[in-house]
């Protein structure tokens, strides 16, 4: 189910996988966990595969179909060796200008890369 509120130029969207998206026409994608989730959801459903990564995979594979031209993909990693493994995949998948931050506590843990 997909929640829109908008926000003067600003439309925010929440939605299971892109099912709420309109293909191609998004500025930016954002993916994160929200800690009621990873406390309370079963293991199961937030395995990310034997890596970690089977999730963002798609993630990053999926992006470009539904990014407007000069749109950016940002995620929530585990930070650290996960951080740099998304590094790749954005820049294998062909992101341009892709950069990582530290969350609060200085751990390099999102990752942002914008579409060429």
Do not use: C, K, Y
Not at 10 to 18: A, F, T, V
Not at 52 to 58: A, C, D, K, T, Y
Not at 98 to 113: K, S
């Amino acid at each position: 189910m997909a929640t829109t509120r908008p926000t003067s130029n600003i439309e925010i969207i929440w939605s299971d996988w892109l099912d709420a998206m309109r293909r191609g026409d998004m500025d930016a994608l954002a993916s994160r966990l929200a800690p009621e989730v990873s406390h309370h959801d079963p293991r199961l459903a937030l395995d990310g595969g034997p890596d970690g990564l089977e999730v963002i995979r798609r993630l990053v594979d999926a992006a470009p179909r539904w990014l407007a031209a000069a749109g950016w993909l940002v995620l929530e990693t585990a930070g650290g060796e996960q951080a740099r493994d998304v590094v790749a995949l954005m820049v294998a998948r062909g992101f341009v200008r892709v950069e990582t931050r530290p969350d609060l506590a200085g751990i390099v843990r999102f990752v942002a890369g914008g579409m060429p």
